[in-house]
């Protein structure tokens, strides 16, 4: 049973347009929600989170919302950029434990 | 700051022989330390928990007598695979925090690719 989803494998968008990445949930102890960013043979990259207490969280181009009550969080890129090409994680966590979504391959075209 | 290092980032070895991998907190102590595992196009999958001075927290499904997790400091994780085989060819990543992860990010080491042949 899949705790963190992830609906769309991939994602095209044009260079500087919006980049929507959006992630569901079941468990309702998750207080803590992340969004990584992985490119080929690396580790994934901390890119934002965002805590229960709050519905938005904005750091640049990037911006989290929380919907606690739909238990879904997306992740909004703006401008995107053919750099952001790269899987996109998702990730829950109540207290120590980390539960990754599969993943979504965004492909910025320049 | 908070930066993980992982080494070796990939690795050849014969199936019947063992592989180290280590994985450091270069600006931080970290008392707990997680191993990863991602197969392609797929997530990453939670091995085990290496807590330091004290035994491994392994993930349902996970051999711990294949997968040998020593944790001896507060910056040094090691996962030993054991009389590896073909299968578990794989790309292995390790993580830390500095507060434990508790409502704080993971930071991933660059990951270390393992060819069994």
């Known amino acids: 049973d899949q705790q963190v989803k992830q609906n769309s494998p991939s994602l095209s968008v044009q260079e500087g347009r919006i980049s929507i990445l959006n992630c569901d949930y079941t468990?309702?102890?998750?207080?803590?929600f992340l969004w990584y960013k992985k490119y080929p043979a690396e580790g994934p990259t901390f890119l934002i989170s965002i805590s229960s207490i709050k519905d938005k969280n904005e750091d640049g181009r990037f911006t989290v919302f929380l919907n606690k009550s739909a238990k879904h969080l997306s992740l909004h890129i703006v401008p995107s950029q053919p750099g952001d090409s790269a899987v996109y994680f998702c990730?829950?966590?109540?207290?120590?434990?980390?539960?990754f979504g599969p993943g979504t391959r965004l492909s910025v075209l320049p | 700051g908070a930066v993980v290092s992982q080494h070796p980032s990939w690795v050849i070895c014969k199936s019947g022989t063992s592989v180290k991998i280590e994985c450091r907190s270069l600006?931080?102590?970290?008392?707990?330390m997680f191993w990863y595992r991602q197969f392609p196009k797929q997530s990453l999958m939670l091995m085990a928990t290496s807590n330091e001075g004290s035994k491994a927290t392994y993930e349902q499904g996970v051999e711990k007598d294949k997968f040998l997790i020593n944790h001896a400091s507060l910056t040094l994780s090691t996962l030993t695979v054991t009389s590896a085989h073909p299968e578990d060819s794989s790309f292995y990543i390790c993580?830390?925090?500095?507060?434990?992860?508790?409502?704080?990010?993971?930071?991933f080491g660059n990951g270390t690719r393992l060819t069994v042949t």
């Open positions: 990730a829950a966590s109540g207290g120590q434990n980390f539960v």
């Open positions: 468990n309702s102890m998750f207080d803590y």
């Open positions: 993580s830390a925090s500095p507060s434990g992860g508790a409502n704080s990010p993971l930071h």
């Open positions: 600006d931080f102590q970290a008392t707990t």
